[in-house]
C-alpha cells in the first residue's frame, strides 16, 4: 500500500499535462501511485497518460466513457485509490521540488493526522505570484494539530481541493465525495475540516497554481456560477442533520455568503444580466438557512450580509455603486494629495537647501533604507565613539523601522524631516546610490561603501546584459555615481573594478570593508545561542546568490533537506538567501517550513550577516560576494559552481572564480556531498588555495577600516594605514550615455 495517492483528473489540457506529471514523478518521496482519470478529454491527454503509464508503473489511468466533469472525476479516481493518504492535483497545475517528501515527514511527525493542509503559489502565464495570504495562518499552526471548533480562524484557509492530504480511511469514513457543478469543492473541503479531530499545517509552497491566460471556467461569465447553490445546499442540508455540528453553523454561513457574494461582484463569473438572478439566489440561501445567533462582520461585507435579510437587488446595486463612486472619488483625492503633498515637499526641501551645511551632521543608509546594517552601520558606530559631535541620522524604510536599534535616530523617506536632513548634512554615506532626487550641495562629503567585493558585473558593464540590467537605467545610476567624493576599496581588484563600472569622478581610499572589522578583530556572535545550536556541532553556511538568467532570480542549486541529512550527526546546516530573494515566494516552496521542523536554520532574516559569518565553522556557496568577506575569517570556503557558464553568460564575471577559488570547486551535488563526507573540505589543499585568496582579497582588511574612515573623513585627518592611498577620481567629462 503506497503512502500517497495522487489523483489526477485530466481533461483539455495536453499542453499542461507533462508538466504536471514530470512534477508528480520527479519527486524525491518515491512511495506514491498516480492515478490519473482520463474525463473524456477530446485532446491527446488520453494517448500522453497511456504513454506515462507504460514508462512508470506508478502511474494507473482511468478512461472514463464520458465525460463527467472534475468533481465525479475525482471521485472515480477515488475508488481506485491505494494510499494511506489522497491528494488531488488539477492536470493543469505542479507539484513543488520536495513537496511530498516534506509532507510524509510532517504526517508522521503529526501522527497521521486527518487533514494536511499546504500553502500555494499562483503562477501566471507571464510569471509566478508572491506568497499566498493563507502563509501567515498555516505558520501560526506550527507542528501540532488541531481542530475547527476550538480554532475557528482556520476555515478562510484556500477553498480547494488540491492544498490537502486527506487520511483515505477518514475520507471513507465520512463517505466524503464531490458533487457535478462549479465550486464542488467547497462542501467537501468544509465538511471535512469541521469533521476532522486533528488537523496538521505545513507552511510550505506545495503546488504551483496556474492562473490560465484563457480557458479556466471558474472566470468564464455564465449561468454554470449559479452551480454554487446547490453545493452549499447540499453542506447545509447535511449540518442540519448533525446536531453535533450545530456550533459549525454560523461560522460556515458566514463563508457561504463571503463566497457567494465574491462570486456575484466578479464581472468574470456573473454577467450584468445574471446580477438580479444571482442576487435573489443568495437571499433566497440566506432566509432559508440563515442560522441562530448569526451575525454578520463588520466592514463592507457585513454591510452587504445585513442587506440580504429585506433589500432587493436595487439596494444591493446601489450600495455598490455609491460604494464604487466613493472609492473612486477617494482615488482622486488621494492622488490629489499626493501632488499637493509632492509640492510641499519639493517647496520645503527647496527651502531647506537655501540654509547652510550642518558640519555636524552625517546621514547613513543601507540596504535601499532597509536598516542600520552593512559598512554605514561600522562607520557610524565608530563615528559615535571617535566624533560624537557629529550626529549621526539614518534613513530607514517605515516597514524597516522595528529593526533599528534602540537610541539611534532615524527619518523615513519623504518626512519633512527627512529632506530636512538631506538638505543640510555634510556627510552621506550609503553602500547603494542615493535617491536621484537628491541634490548633492558644495562642500557635502558623499561616501560610497559598495556592498562587498565584486565577483559579477556592475554598473557600465551591465550594458553587455540586457538581462541582468533589466528594469534600471544604466546612464541614470552613473549619473547619481556622479555624485561620489569618495569610494571605499578592500583590495585593488575592487579598486579597478569600480573605477571600470562606474566612470565617474570620485576618489578611491583603500581603508578596507568596515564592516569586516569585526571579523578580523574575532568578535563574539550570540547567533548559536539565539537559534540553539550546540556549541559542539561543525556549523555549515549554505549562502547562494540570485541569477540573472531565472526570472524573479531563484534557481534551487542543491536540495538543502537533503545536503543536511547527508552532513550527519554533529552538523547544523544554515542557510541565508540573497537580500533580494527575502520576500516572495521563495522560502516557502521548502526554506520555513524546514526551518520550523529543525532541519536547517533560515538566517535570512538575520540583520547583521558578520554575527551569522562568526557562528559558522565553513561556507558553501556560489558565486555570492559574501566568500571576499568570510575569507577574512580565515576558515574553509566550498565554490560549488554547477552552472558557472550559464551564470557568466548571463551576468558576466570579472574573475574566474573556479580558476582562483577559495576553496574547493564542487561541480555536481555528488560532489559536494562527496566533499564533506571525506572531510577533504578542510585539507591542506583547502588551506592553500584560502591563502593565496586571502592575500588577494583581503589586502587592506586590518580591523581599523571603520576608524581609518572616520578619521580621515568625518575628521580630516591623514589616510594611514597598510597601502593606504587616495587614487583620484577621473576627470569630469560630459555624459557619453546620455544617448545611449
Known amino acids: 500500500m503506497p503512502r500517497f495517492s495522487i489523483i489526477v483528473p485530466v481533461f483539455k489540457v495536453q499542453g499542461f499535462l507533462r508538466e504536471c506529471l514530470d512534477s508528480v514523478l520527479g519527486q524525491s518521496y518515491g512511495d506514491f501511485e498516480v492515478v490519473a482519470v482520463d474525463d473524456r478529454s477530446p485532446d491527446g491527454c488520453g494517448a500522453i497518460l497511456d504513454e506515462y503509464a507504460e514508462r512508470d508503473p506508478r502511474v494507473r489511468v482511468l478512461h472514463l ?39 510524509a515527514d510532517r504526517l508522521t511527525g503529526a501522527g497521521d493526522p486527518d487533514i494536511l493542509v499546504f500553502d500555494h503559489v499562483r503562477t501566471h502565464w ?62 467537501v473541503t468544509y465538511r471535512s475540516m469541521v469533521l476532522a479531530d486533528r488537523i496538521a499545517c505545513m507552511n510550505r509552497i506545495g503546488v504551483e497554481y496556474r492562473q490560465r491566460r484563457q480557458g479556466a471556467i471558474t472566470r468564464t461569465p455564465g449561468r454554470r456560477h449559479f452551480d454554487i447553490f446547490p453545493q452549499y445546499e447540499g453542506l447545509f442540508a447535511f449540518l442540519e442533520e448533525r446536531a453535533d455540528l450545530a456550533w459549525a453553523r454560523p461560522l460556515l454561513f458566514e463563508r457561504a455568503l463571503d463566497h457567494m457574494l465574491f462570486v456575484l461582484a466578479r464581472e468574470d463569473r456573473v454577467t450584468p444580466a445574471d446580477r438580479p438572478d444571482f442576487y435573489r439566489e443568495i437571499r433566497s440561501f440566506h432566509r432559508r438557512r440563515l442560522p441562530e445567533g448569526f451575525t454578520p462582520p463588520e466592514g463592507p461585507r457585513g454591510t452587504e450580509m445585513r442587506l440580504l435579510a429585506s433589500a432587493p437587488y436595487a439596494s444591493y446595486a446601489a450600495l455598490r455603486g455609491w460604494r464604487g463612486l466613493r472609492a473612486t472619488a477617494a482615488k482622486g483625492k488621494r492622488r490629489a494629495a499626493r501632488t499637493v503633498s509632492g509640492r510641499s515637499q519639493r517647496a520645503w526641501y527647496a527651502a531647506q537647501l537655501r540654509l547652510p551645511l550642518d558640519p555636524h551632521l552625517a546621514v547613513y543608509s543601507s540596504a535601499h533604507h532597509g536598516g542600520v546594517t552593512g559598512d554605514p552601520a561600522a562607520i557610524h558606530a565608530k563615528a559615535r565613539d571617535l566624533a560624537p559631535h557629529i550626529h549621526g541620522v539614518w534613513v530607514v524604510r517605515e516597514d524597516a523601522v522595528g529593526t ?33 532626487n537628491l541634490v548633492k550641495r558644495p562642500g557635502s562629503v558623499h561616501v560610497h561603501t559598495h556592498q562587498g567585493t565584486p565577483l559579477e558585473y556592475m554598473g557600465a558593464d ?90 524573479g532570480g531563484h534557481v534551487d542549486r542543491i536540495d538543502v533537506a537533503r545536503f543536511a541529512a547527508d552532513l550527519g550527526a554533529g552538523h547544523t546546516l544554515v542557510v541565508r538567501l540573497h537580500p533580494s530573494l527575502a520576500s516572495g515566494p521563495v522560502r516557502g516552496l521548502g526554506l520555513t517550513e524546514l526551518d520550523q521542523r529543525g532541519v536547517v536554520v533560515d538566517a535570512t532574516d538575520e540583520p547583521c550577516l558578520q554575527d551569522v559569518l562568526l557562528a559558522t565553522d565553513v561556507l558553501v556557496t556560489d558565486y555570492s560576494a559574501v566568500m571576499f568577506d568570510y575569507a577574512n575569517l580565515d576558515r574553509p570556503i566550498v565554490v560549488h559552481a554547477d552552472d ?20 574547493h570547486v564542487t561541480r555536481s551535488y555528488r560532489e559536494l556531498a562527496r566533499l564533506f563526507a571525506s572531510g577533504s573540505w578542510r585539507d591542506e589543499e583547502s588551506a592553500r588555495l584560502r591563502a593565496a585568496f586571502r592575500a588577494r582579497f583581503c589586502e587592506f582588511d586590518d580591523g581599523r577600516a571603520a576608524e581609518r574612515v572616520v578619521r580621515t573623513l568625518l575628521l580630516g585627518e591623514p589616510l594611514t594605514g597598510p597601502g593606504a592611498v587616495r587614487i583620484p577620481g577621473q576627470a569630469v567629462g560630459r555624459d557619453a550615455l546620455t544617448s545611449a
Request: charged content about 20%; some cysteine; overall charge neutral.
Open 126 to 187: 507571464w510569471g509566478r505570484g508572491g506568497r499566498s495570504d493563507a502563509s501567515p495562518l498555516l505558520d501560526r499552526a506550527g507542528l501540532g494539530t488541531f481542530n475547527l471548533r476550538e480554532n475557528p480562524e482556520y476555515v478562510h484557509l484556500f477553498l480547494v481541493a488540491w492544498n490537502k492530504a486527506y487520511r483515505r480511511s477518514f475520507f471513507q469514513e465520512h463517505d466524503l465525495g464531490y458533487a457535478p457543478g462549479l465550486y464542488e469543492d467547497a462542501p
Open 462 to 551: 551591465l550594458l553587455t546584459k540586457p538581462g541582468a540590467r533589466h528594469g534600471f537605467s544604466v546612464p541614470q545610476m552613473l549619473r547619481r555615481a556622479d555624485r561620489w567624493d569618495y569610494s571605499l576599496v578592500a583590495n585593488r581588484h575592487s579598486e579597478l573594478v569600480w573605477e571600470r563600472a562606474y566612470p565617474c569622478h570620485f576618489t578611491s581610499l583603500r581603508t578596507g570593508s568596515p564592516r569586516n572589522d569585526v571579523l578580523v578583530n574575532g568578535g563574539l556572535s550570540g547567533f548559536r545561542e539565539r537559534h540553539g545550536i550546540p556549541a559542539d556541532h561543525t556549523v555549515v553556511l549554505y549562502a547562494p546568490t540570485r541569477r540573472d538568467y531565472r526570472r
Open 644 to 663: 558557472w557558464p550559464a551564470f557568466t553568460a548571463s551576468r558576466g564575471a570579472y574573475l574566474d572564480i573556479t580558476a582562483e577559488p577559495p576553496g
Open 65 to 103: 466513457p464520458e465525460n463527467v466533469g472534475l468533481g465525479r472525476a475525482r471521485n472515480a479516481g477515488l475508488e481506485q485509490a491505494k494510499g494511506d493518504y489522497v491528494l488531488f492535483l488539477d492536470s493543469d497545475d505542479a507539484y513543488t521540488p520536495g513537496l511530498l517528501a516534506a509532507a
Open 404 to 436: 533599528v536599534p534602540p537610541g539611534t535616530d532615524h527619518v523615513t523617506p519623504g518626512s519633512a524631516r527627512y529632506h530636512a536632513v538631506m538638505a543640510r548634512a555634510t556627510y552621506w554615506v550609503n553602500d547603494v546610490n542615493w535617491p536621484g
